[in-house]
């Protein structure tokens, strides 16, 4: 297969959907074979703030001269995002290759691996060829039955856990917790951010259970300026950084400050014009932090809210955090067939503050012009899949190919 077969083949395994579990996943790096010994293996976990710990760590470590490589989702533009070496994306060639290699493996598989699956036993081919020094991993659905468990790291981080994905992970913070806390391995060092209670409470148990050491990180990092903006952003580097020390990796304060100065990730309060900010927030929780940055950056100004937001999250919790800094809402009609309709998304805003100006708009152009022409600075928000269809088009790329929620 060329890449966009690959790629074509890859996104039809969406039709066996989200299956969480470690049964096909260890099959595929065991048949491949994967072999990642000798390297470190950093584990993050969490419901917001885990991508930009693993873009800060994975940033740190290549300013300190360590060859990295760094596995993430969902993508934004492309699929070649999710899996990078040394800051590289994954080339096409090696998207091709790989996946007509899997394809081939597990033509006659019952049950037949996931697109999720399949894309991680892929990064981790690439990344076991590749000579590297540390390996920074993002769950991509909770934690204990995700692909990227299967693989033994030498330290498991945490992030803010909060409601999202209820679907899967449970409707109380317990269960979501529970889930999350299962990258938590036996005698393996846990650093963990500032938690919630109930989920604290988790990790603990957790931790105590398999013997592992535990580090609650609660400070700051405020030694140097930091390319991401939000004070949250500050704590993420708190953990970043303690994960780095709990792998045992040695770095000094000039790349770790060189590292934060650099740190790129997308849709992270992303500035991409004096008047627009795009961000990805997708649960009422990162719209509550989002809020909180937009008025540490704006103060009271208020924005062009442009708003999408996939039709199984939390739309009025969304919208009730958002709506405090907005003067008005433009509601664009998108691509994903899975993003909620503009219309349901007008009622929301309607029965929270009848009196908010909101408007829907059938094209994403047609909005982007509207929100121009205002006198308020822009935000965009609401989804990931959302701000990478935002990003293709203000890059004049064309559509990538339809994700699915990991």
Known sequence: MNYREALAWLYSLQRFGIKLGLENIRRLLAELPVDLRGT????????????????????????????TALFISPHLVTFRERIRVNGEMIFEDAVANGLTLIRDLIADWDPHPTFFEVTTALALKYFAEAKLDIVILETGLGGRLDATNAVQSDVSA??????????????????????????????????????????????????????????FVTESYDCSPIALPGQHQKQNAAVAIAAIHAANI??????????????????????????????????????????????????????????????????????????LIASSVLLPKIRSERAAPPETLAKVLSSITPSLPHSIVPSLGGTLDLARAKQNPNLITGSLHFAGEVLAHLHGEPAAFEECEQ
């Open 40 to 67: 470190r293996v950093i584990h993050v976990a969490g419901t917001n703030g885990k991508g930009s710990v693993c873009a800060m760590i994975d940033s740190i470590c290549r300013a300190q001269g360590y060859r």
């Open 158 to 215: 945490i992030a803010p856990i909060d409601f999202d994905h209820e679907k899967w992970l449970g409707d109380s913070l317990e269960k979501i917790a529970t889930e999350k806390a299962g990258i938590i391995k036996s005698n393996i060092p846990v650093v963990c951010s500032s938690q919630q209670i109930e989920a604290e409470k988790v990790i603990r148990a957790r931790a105590a259970e398999c013997e592992a050491p535990l580090q």
């Open 250 to 323: 040695d770095i000094d304060d000039k790349a770790i400050a060189r590292g934060l100065a650099t740190v790129e990730c997308p849709a992270r309060f992303q500035k991409w014009d004096e008047r627009t900010i795009i961000d990805g927030a997708h649960n009422p929780s990162a719209a509550r932090v989002l809020a909180k940055t937009w008025r540490e950056i704006f103060s009271d100004q208020r924005a062009t809210l442009i708003l999408a937001v996939l039709s199984d999250k939390n739309l009025r919790g969304i919208c009730e955090e958002l709506v």
